[in-house]
């Protein structure tokens, strides 16, 4: 099982990223897929979920609006818009995958930094 994030980077205050996380080794249209982000000194946090089939997401309070969380199950590839980014945004984000309640893998992180 593989989940590779990428498209991190250094952005200004107000700047967009894109995330994505490519993925292998399961069988990704049965699996709910999330963003989470740890910054320095905090613990992770979810950032944003979808379900399967892509019908449902659900977004952290403090980027309803900013953030979009989307997934292609033909590219097995689940991806984060994130726009007007803040500097308060600046972490390590990671995708996972569930079947249930509970994470069942995890990407390895890509960083965002958001700075002027």
């Known amino acids: 099982v593989q989940l590779v994030e990428s498209g991190g980077g250094l952005v200004q205050p107000g700047g967009s990223l894109r995330l994505s996380c490519a993925t292998s080794?399961?069988?990704?249209?049965?699996?709910?897929m999330s963003w989470y982000r740890q910054a320095p000194g905090k613990e992770r946090e979810l950032v944003a979920d979808i379900t399967g089939a892509g019908g449902i997401t659900n977004y952290a309070d403090s980027v309803k609006g900013r953030f979009t969380i989307s997934r292609d199950n033909a590219k097995n590839t689940v991806y984060l818009q994130m726009n007007s980014l803040l500097p308060e945004d600046t972490a390590v984000y990671y995708c996972?995958?569930?079947?249930?309640?509970?994470?069942?893998?995890w990407g390895q992180g890509t960083q965002v930094t958001v700075s002027s």
């Open positions: 996972s995958a569930r079947r249930l309640k509970r994470v069942d893998y």
């Open positions: 080794g399961f069988t990704f249209s049965r699996y709910a």
